[in-house]
């Protein structure tokens, strides 16, 4: 069975940092691509980095500079680190799995207080 667990999240401050963590099970993270997305209160979900299986990135304007993507492959898990964090940041963050069966875990909330 495909599972995403995120986990990390939490409150921070303005100019803050943290890393999320995406937990996989049934696959493996390093064969797909994997995405990280985040919706904040009343928006839509948007993109916000993403990786293949070539290691190839992908990410929005609005992360360049502040979000890292990456994979570790012997705990088969997905990351972001976030930098210099803003409160337009505030929202929940989950992980995609994009290719083959794909598949969205349960999000984790990142809020970024000022």
């Known amino acids: 069975e495909v599972q995403l667990q995120a986990s990390g999240g939490g409150l921070v401050q303005v100019g803050g940092s943290l890393k999320l963590s995406c937990a996989a099970s049934?696959?493996?993270?390093?064969?797909?691509?994997m995405s990280w997305y985040r919706q904040a209160p009343g928006k839509g979900k948007e993109p916000v980095s993403t990786?293949?299986?070539?290691?190839?990135?992908a990410e929005s304007d609005f992360v360049k500079g502040r979000f890292t993507i990456s994979r570790d492959n012997a705990k088969n898990t997905l990351y972001l680190q976030m930098t210099n964090l803003k409160p337009e940041d505030t929202a929940v963050y989950f992980c995609?799995?994009?290719?083959?069966?794909?598949?969205r875990g349960p999000g984790t909330l990142v809020t970024v207080s000022s």
């Open positions: 995609t799995k994009d290719s083959g069966l794909k598949a």
């Open positions: 049934g696959f493996t993270v390093s064969a797909n691509t």
């Open positions: 990786i293949d299986n070539n290691g190839n990135l």
